[in-house]
């Protein structure tokens, strides 16, 4: 099926651990996004790359760290988890701007609980 | 950054009735897009609608960018329509604002 996978869906783990969450698209997007939800469901953007290169960059704290090894795929990396890092995180994908198309698909989340 | 307002925050329907969900931008967006999350948290793209009128079987969309606002109709209302419904607005980049949701309960 084609779509915006991300895994994985649950996370649970303690404070100071380090964890990463993986998203691929299959969709031929050359643009993809982390966003985060808060408990109240307010979606805040994060990262975005367009074919690898990082265009958009959050006031994010800097244990976040995006990677995107090629433009089907990008992980998000988070060291030293924190209590507030509690969220549901999703990976999107689009078409960058005048290329047409630039519908915005989410993976399914990932929600990170912080212990 | 962009400030999006949805009105109403929260909606209660009676399964087939009508309504109609607003969402104000601040500023000009060169791309408007609605979102239905589902109640199992999943993202599901509605309408890719900078401007103009859409209409996807029972849901239809205006927006009117030089009044910078859009409109999302839900006729004959079911109970798989709940969920929280959001708009988000971009200029250049992609770069999203999005509103913080109009959460919607159709009873059956």
């Known amino acids: 099926d084609t779509a915006v996978s991300q895994t994985p869906k649950y996370l649970v783990t303690q404070m100071g651990n380090d964890k990463s969450i993986k998203c691929e698209q299959n969709l031929g997007h050359d643009t993809m996004y982390w966003y985060k939800q808060d408990s109240k469901k307010f979606l805040k953007i994060m990262f975005s790359?367009?074919?690898?290169?990082?265009?958009i960059n959050e006031t994010v704290p800097n244990r976040f760290s995006p990677k995107s090894p090629d433009k089907a795929h990008l992980n998000l990396h988070i060291n030293s988890l924190e209590l507030g890092d509690s969220a549901v995180y999703f990976c999107?994908?689009?078409?960058?701007?005048?290329?047409?198309?630039?519908?915005?698909?989410f993976g399914s989340g990932t929600q990170l609980s912080v212990l | 950054g962009i400030q999006v307002e949805q009105s109403p925050p929260d909606l209660i329907l009676q399964e087939g009735a009508n309504s109609t969900l607003r969402c104000n931008f601040s500023d000009s967006v060169n791309n408007l897009q609605w979102f239905h999350q589902n109640p199992w948290g999943q993202l599901i793209n509605l309408f890719y609608?900078?401007?103009g009128t859409k209409q996807n079987g029972r849901l239809s969309a205006t927006t009117v960018a030089t009044e910078r606002y859009s409109l999302l109709y839900i006729s004959s209302s079911q109970t798989t329509d709940s969920g929280v419904y959001f708009c988000a607005g971009a200029y250049n980049f992609n770069k999203f604002y999005f509103g913080s949701g109009t959460k919607l309960n159709v009873k059956p």
């Open positions: 999107a994908s689009s078409f960058r701007p005048g290329q047409g198309g630039e519908k915005l698909f």
């Open positions: 609608i900078p401007s």
């Open positions: 790359y367009n074919n690898k290169e990082l265009i």
